[in-house]
Protein backbone atom coordinates (compact mmCIF):
# COMPACT_ATOMS: atom_id res chain seq x y z
CA UNK A 1 0.00 0.00 0.00
CA UNK A 2 1.22 3.37 -1.42
CA UNK A 3 0.97 6.26 1.72
CA UNK A 4 2.19 9.73 1.50
CA UNK A 5 2.80 11.50 4.66
CA UNK A 6 3.79 15.12 4.67
CA UNK A 7 4.44 17.42 7.20
CA UNK A 8 6.25 20.60 8.21
CA UNK A 9 3.64 22.85 7.89
CA UNK A 10 3.54 25.66 10.37
CA UNK A 11 2.21 29.89 10.93
CA UNK A 12 5.11 31.62 9.21
CA UNK A 13 5.31 35.22 9.23
CA UNK A 14 5.91 37.17 5.51
CA UNK A 15 9.19 36.84 3.63
CA UNK A 16 10.04 34.12 6.21
CA UNK A 17 10.82 30.07 4.78
CA UNK A 18 9.68 26.85 5.23
CA UNK A 19 10.85 23.39 3.75
CA UNK A 20 7.83 20.73 3.74
CA UNK A 21 8.21 16.91 4.17
CA UNK A 22 6.69 13.94 2.34
CA UNK A 23 7.72 10.75 3.76
CA UNK A 24 6.96 7.55 1.17
CA UNK A 25 7.11 4.14 1.59
CA UNK A 26 4.99 1.48 -0.79
CA UNK A 27 7.01 3.49 -3.66
CA UNK A 28 10.49 4.35 -4.13
CA UNK A 29 10.63 8.48 -5.18
CA UNK A 30 13.62 7.90 -6.92
CA UNK A 31 11.89 5.99 -9.40
CA UNK A 32 8.75 7.58 -9.24
CA UNK A 33 7.70 11.22 -10.68
CA UNK A 34 6.86 13.18 -7.42
CA UNK A 35 4.74 16.71 -7.22
CA UNK A 36 3.63 19.40 -5.06
CA UNK A 37 0.00 20.60 -5.34
CA UNK A 38 -1.52 23.28 -2.63
CA UNK A 39 -5.00 24.17 -2.38
CA UNK A 40 -5.77 27.63 -0.76
CA UNK A 41 -8.60 27.92 2.00
CA UNK A 42 -11.73 27.28 -0.17
CA UNK A 43 -10.45 26.97 -3.11
CA UNK A 44 -9.52 24.85 -6.41
CA UNK A 45 -6.18 22.96 -6.56
CA UNK A 46 -2.70 24.35 -7.87
CA UNK A 47 -0.49 22.59 -9.66
CA UNK A 48 3.67 23.68 -8.28
CA UNK A 49 6.69 21.46 -9.42
CA UNK A 50 7.21 17.72 -10.10
CA UNK A 51 10.70 16.44 -9.86
CA UNK A 52 11.51 13.30 -12.26
CA UNK A 53 12.79 10.09 -11.94
CA UNK A 54 15.84 11.65 -13.50
CA UNK A 55 16.37 14.75 -10.74
CA UNK A 56 15.48 17.02 -13.32
CA UNK A 57 12.40 19.80 -12.27
CA UNK A 58 9.96 21.84 -13.54
CA UNK A 59 7.86 24.77 -11.61
CA UNK A 60 5.13 26.98 -12.01
CA UNK A 61 5.52 30.05 -12.88
CA UNK A 62 3.99 31.74 -9.31
CA UNK A 63 6.58 29.77 -7.60
CA UNK A 64 9.64 29.68 -9.75
CA UNK A 65 13.04 30.79 -8.40
CA UNK A 66 11.21 30.77 -4.77
CA UNK A 67 10.50 27.09 -4.18
CA UNK A 68 12.60 24.34 -4.72
CA UNK A 69 11.51 20.26 -4.85
CA UNK A 70 13.78 18.16 -4.31
CA UNK A 71 14.56 14.37 -2.56
CA UNK A 72 16.50 11.95 -0.20
CA UNK A 73 16.79 8.62 -1.52
CA UNK A 74 18.00 7.04 2.15
CA UNK A 75 14.75 8.76 3.35
CA UNK A 76 12.70 7.65 0.64
CA UNK A 77 11.15 11.55 1.31
CA UNK A 78 10.71 14.58 -1.11
CA UNK A 79 11.08 18.16 -0.25
CA UNK A 80 10.10 21.37 -0.60
CA UNK A 81 11.69 24.54 0.29
CA UNK A 82 9.76 27.37 0.10
CA UNK A 83 11.50 31.07 0.59
CA UNK A 84 9.85 34.75 0.58
CA UNK A 85 6.51 33.24 1.78
CA UNK A 86 3.58 35.56 1.21
CA UNK A 87 0.23 35.87 2.32
CA UNK A 88 -0.79 34.19 -0.95
CA UNK A 89 0.82 30.91 -0.23
CA UNK A 90 -1.58 30.12 2.52
CA UNK A 91 -2.56 26.50 1.50
CA UNK A 92 -2.82 22.56 2.30
CA UNK A 93 -0.14 21.51 0.33
CA UNK A 94 -0.14 17.99 -0.86
CA UNK A 95 2.16 15.59 -2.20
CA UNK A 96 1.10 13.29 -5.11
CA UNK A 97 2.58 10.68 -7.43
CA UNK A 98 2.71 12.11 -10.64
CA UNK A 99 1.73 8.82 -12.83
CA UNK A 100 3.52 8.50 -16.36
CA UNK A 101 3.80 12.35 -16.07
CA UNK A 102 0.00 12.39 -16.20
CA UNK A 103 -1.96 12.29 -14.04
CA UNK A 104 -1.64 12.18 -10.23
CA UNK A 105 -2.39 8.33 -8.72
CA UNK A 106 -1.52 8.62 -4.95
CA UNK A 107 -1.86 12.16 -2.50
CA UNK A 108 -0.58 12.66 1.11
CA UNK A 109 -3.08 13.99 3.46
CA UNK A 110 -2.01 17.23 2.96
CA UNK A 111 0.03 20.07 5.45
CA UNK A 112 -1.27 23.24 6.29
CA UNK A 113 0.63 26.06 5.74
CA UNK A 114 -0.29 29.76 7.25
CA UNK A 115 1.71 33.08 6.08
CA UNK A 116 0.24 36.24 8.11
CA UNK A 117 1.90 38.48 10.56
CA UNK B 1 -2.12 28.27 -20.74
CA UNK B 2 -5.21 25.62 -20.99
CA UNK B 3 -8.03 27.12 -19.42
CA UNK B 4 -10.67 24.04 -17.81
CA UNK B 5 -13.92 25.66 -17.37
CA UNK B 6 -16.13 23.07 -15.36
CA UNK B 7 -19.56 23.68 -15.46
CA UNK B 8 -22.06 23.55 -13.47
CA UNK B 9 -20.80 24.92 -10.30
CA UNK B 10 -22.74 23.22 -8.10
CA UNK B 11 -25.16 20.64 -9.30
CA UNK B 12 -28.28 19.58 -6.45
CA UNK B 13 -29.64 16.27 -6.79
CA UNK B 14 -31.00 13.40 -4.55
CA UNK B 15 -29.64 10.05 -3.96
CA UNK B 16 -30.20 7.83 -6.96
CA UNK B 17 -30.06 9.77 -9.51
CA UNK B 18 -27.89 10.35 -12.07
CA UNK B 19 -24.99 13.26 -12.47
CA UNK B 20 -23.24 14.82 -15.74
CA UNK B 21 -20.59 16.99 -15.12
CA UNK B 22 -18.81 18.96 -17.73
CA UNK B 23 -15.34 19.73 -18.10
CA UNK B 24 -14.24 22.08 -21.47
CA UNK B 25 -10.35 22.71 -22.13
CA UNK B 26 -9.62 26.15 -24.01
CA UNK B 27 -7.61 24.02 -26.41
CA UNK B 28 -7.89 20.29 -27.21
CA UNK B 29 -5.89 17.65 -24.80
CA UNK B 30 -6.92 14.66 -26.80
CA UNK B 31 -7.46 12.27 -24.05
CA UNK B 32 -4.76 13.77 -21.76
CA UNK B 33 -7.59 14.61 -18.80
CA UNK B 34 -8.17 13.06 -15.73
CA UNK B 35 -11.04 13.59 -12.75
CA UNK B 36 -10.40 13.63 -9.41
CA UNK B 37 -13.30 13.55 -6.10
CA UNK B 38 -12.20 15.58 -2.88
CA UNK B 39 -14.58 15.28 0.38
CA UNK B 40 -13.90 18.13 2.77
CA UNK B 41 -10.87 17.55 5.03
CA UNK B 42 -9.78 14.64 2.81
CA UNK B 43 -7.03 14.81 -0.24
CA UNK B 44 -8.50 14.56 -3.53
CA UNK B 45 -9.04 11.04 -5.20
CA UNK B 46 -8.50 9.77 -8.55
CA UNK B 47 -11.54 8.54 -10.68
CA UNK B 48 -10.76 8.65 -14.32
CA UNK B 49 -7.46 8.98 -16.39
CA UNK B 50 -6.75 9.28 -19.71
CA UNK B 51 -10.54 10.69 -20.57
CA UNK B 52 -12.21 7.22 -19.61
CA UNK B 53 -10.45 4.58 -17.83
CA UNK B 54 -11.32 3.88 -13.99
CA UNK B 55 -8.66 3.82 -11.91
CA UNK B 56 -7.96 1.07 -9.56
CA UNK B 57 -10.79 0.53 -6.81
CA UNK B 58 -13.34 2.99 -8.24
CA UNK B 59 -17.24 1.64 -8.85
CA UNK B 60 -18.56 0.99 -12.18
CA UNK B 61 -21.23 3.96 -11.35
CA UNK B 62 -18.45 6.71 -12.22
CA UNK B 63 -17.59 6.77 -16.29
CA UNK B 64 -15.55 9.56 -18.16
CA UNK B 65 -16.38 10.43 -21.95
CA UNK B 66 -15.17 12.92 -24.72
CA UNK B 67 -12.18 13.83 -26.18
CA UNK B 68 -10.29 16.75 -27.75
CA UNK B 69 -12.52 19.95 -25.66
CA UNK B 70 -15.34 18.22 -24.03
CA UNK B 71 -15.27 15.53 -21.49
CA UNK B 72 -18.18 14.73 -19.30
CA UNK B 73 -18.05 13.19 -15.79
CA UNK B 74 -21.14 10.62 -15.31
CA UNK B 75 -22.31 9.29 -11.89
CA UNK B 76 -24.76 6.93 -12.95
CA UNK B 77 -26.65 6.38 -9.82
CA UNK B 78 -25.19 8.65 -7.05
CA UNK B 79 -24.56 6.82 -3.44
CA UNK B 80 -24.41 9.04 -0.47
CA UNK B 81 -20.59 9.22 -0.46
CA UNK B 82 -20.33 10.87 -4.09
CA UNK B 83 -21.58 14.01 -2.87
CA UNK B 84 -18.29 15.90 -3.02
CA UNK B 85 -15.94 18.04 -5.14
CA UNK B 86 -15.20 17.15 -8.12
CA UNK B 87 -11.86 18.44 -10.30
CA UNK B 88 -10.96 17.78 -14.10
CA UNK B 89 -7.08 17.80 -14.62
CA UNK B 90 -4.92 18.30 -17.64
CA UNK B 91 -1.26 17.17 -18.51
CA UNK B 92 -1.30 17.72 -22.78
CA UNK B 93 0.38 21.30 -21.88
CA UNK B 94 2.79 22.69 -19.34
CA UNK B 95 1.51 24.10 -16.83
CA UNK B 96 -0.71 20.93 -16.09
CA UNK B 97 -3.64 22.46 -15.11
CA UNK B 98 -7.12 21.93 -13.15
CA UNK B 99 -10.72 23.08 -13.31
CA UNK B 100 -12.37 25.08 -11.15
CA UNK B 101 -14.47 22.20 -9.49
CA UNK B 102 -18.09 20.87 -9.05
CA UNK B 103 -19.55 20.92 -5.91
CA UNK B 104 -22.15 17.55 -6.17
CA UNK B 105 -24.18 18.20 -3.33
CA UNK B 106 -27.55 16.60 -1.81
CA UNK B 107 -31.08 18.63 -2.90
Known amino acids: EVQLVETGGVLIQPGGSLRLSCAAS????????MSWVRQAPGEGLDWLSVIYSDGSTSYAESVKGRFTISRDRSKNTVFFQMNSLKAEDTAVYYCASFFAAKFFDYWGRGTLVTVSS | EIVLTQSPATLSLSPGERATLSCRASQSVSISLAWYQQKPGQAPRLLVYDASSRATGIPARFSGSGSGTDFTLTISSLEPEDFAVYYCQQRTNWPLTFGGGTKVEIK
Open chain 1, 26 to 33: GLNVSNSY
